[in-house]
């Protein structure tokens, strides 16, 4: 139905003279949505009317019908004004005179050829324009609806019975009615065609527009999860807030590049960023792989923890092998940049495990972290440890012990907590 609206559209863009009439091929600067439907509507309902009175022009006038010529001729400039004044953005104006001018033309045409002509089928055909016109103006478009039945009973009444100004045989009047009939329904399937047309693009328009807005608010979600947890996430999404939660054992892991200074000297800015990224991007995969939530960097430190936000048994565990992995990581950078000559980081690890309360602190650019004393030990495990060593505290070493080969160092003084017994974790035990 579409592609046959506008195959009819295109073909009357093509006939000889159309081009002439102004604003037929072009839409209003400043018309509305709401409007542009009903605009291409009219437009189309109006050239098929101006066509129609054409090729009664053309016939009456080799009839020598003088009167309905020119009547016809009346008709088709009243459609070009009703064309030009509906580009101007007059569309119920338009409207109001282009039913007029059917009603009152049927009523010459019926005077002068009778009822079975069949030229009162034009009047049922404009009942059905009110429902097409854009929403408002119920008051003009009930006076239309009701004119066109009230006008209809009228003609029927006193002009079916009635002898017509004209004699002609049946079978010239049978091919009127034939006419007529069918440019009534060409009117009607214009019509109803381009109303299905509308219909299917707004449908489209919908999915479009629906299928965009799942694709942002999947990005959205995310990107969500790119900063909280999934359970902190999904929590905030369906109450608007997340309430902060106690975690009785979790492993906090602080990583730490030893040489970050000089490394960073040797950099420009954009060279250092990068460097970073390339660093942390391996460090979130490996850490992910694992069971580890990050929670964030500072500066050239990047903080993780295992048992959260889903309470585990075996954080510590899984902190120690996701510390050994990113150990792994940087040490085999490490190789492959001195091969090459290039400059490299090394890395100091610590990992505590202790009680901790996680949540959500701010409005604007919140953020999600974890607050105690366990916080605080895992930073200093990772200041007193050693390039390229997985230092953990005693309480970690007995949570992993069973799983691991360490060595002890001893009691190591610790900034604001004295001395603390520290391990290096070597490898997994077989």
């Known amino acids: 139905m579409t592609t046959i609206y506008y195959r009819t559209l295109n073909m009357l863009k093509s006939l000889p003279g159309i081009r002439l009439i102004p604003g037929f091929n072009t839409l209003p600067s400043d018309i509305t949505t709401e409007n542009l439907r009903f605009y291409k509507l009219s437009n189309l309902v109006l050239t098929l009317g101006m066509f129609t009175h054409a090729s009664w022009i053309c016939l009456f006038a080799f009839m020598g019908i003088r009167d309905l010529t020119m009547i016809n001729v009346a008709s088709v400039a009243i459609y070009i004004f009703c064309i030009v004044i509906n580009r101007k953005g007059y569309h119920f104006t338009s409207s109001v005179i282009m039913v007029s001018e059917i009603l009152l033309h049927q009523y010459f045409a019926i005077l002068v050829f009778g009822w079975e002509a069949g030229f009162q089928s034009y009047i049922m055909v404009i009942t059905l324009f009110p429902f097409l016109m854009p929403k408002g103006r119920w008051l003009l478009k009930l006076v239309i609806l009701f004119s066109s039945i009230t006008v209809f009973i009228v003609y029927q009444i006193n002009f079916k019975q009635a002898t017509p100004s004209y004699h002609f045989n049946g079978d010239f009047l049978l091919f009127l009615q034939i006419m007529n009939i ?54 905030l999404k369906e109450s608007g807030r997340a309430q902060s939660r106690y975690f009785e054992m979790v492993s906090v892991i602080f990583t730490d590049f030893k ?69 792994d990581f940087v040490q085999a950078e490490m190789e492959r ?3 090459e000559g290039k400059r490299y980081f090394e890395v100091r690890i610590g990992v505590h495990t202790g009680p901790v309360v996680a949540g959500i602190v701010g409005i604007n ?35 992993i012990r069973e799983h691991f080969n360490c060595e002890k160092r001893g009691s190591v ?9 520290m391990y290096f974790v070597r490898s997994p035990k077989k």
Request: charged fraction near 25%.
């Open 365 to 399: 650019k919140f953020a999600y972290d974890i607050w105690g004393d366990t916080v605080n030990t895992a930073s200093r495990m990772e200041s007193s440890g050693e390039q390229g060593e997985v230092n953990v505290s005693q309480t970690t070493f007995e949570h």
């Open 182 to 235: 069918l440019f009534s329904v060409i009117f009607l399937a214009a019509s109803g065609g381009y109303f299905n047309m509308a219909m299917h693009q707004t449908e489209e328009l919908l999915n479009k527009r629906s299928n965009e807005l799942l694709e942002e608010r999947n990005k959205s979600e995310q990107l969500l999860l790119n900063i909280l947890p999934q359970e902190t996430a999904t929590e």
């Open 337 to 339: 940049r001195k091969a």
């Open 259 to 327: 040489n970050f200074t000089q490394f960073s000297e040797s950099l420009s800015a954009e060279e250092l960023v990068e460097e970073i990224h390339a660093y942390f991007s391996a460090f979130d995969r490996i850490v992910a792989e694992r069971k580890v939530e990050k929670i964030k960097t500072i500066g050239d430190g990047y903080m993780c923890v295992g048992g959260l936000p889903v309470a585990n048994t075996t954080n510590a565990i899984d902190a120690v092998n996701a510390a050994m992995a990113l150990r």
């Open 413 to 421: 003084a610790v900034k604001n907590k004295g001395a603390m017994e």
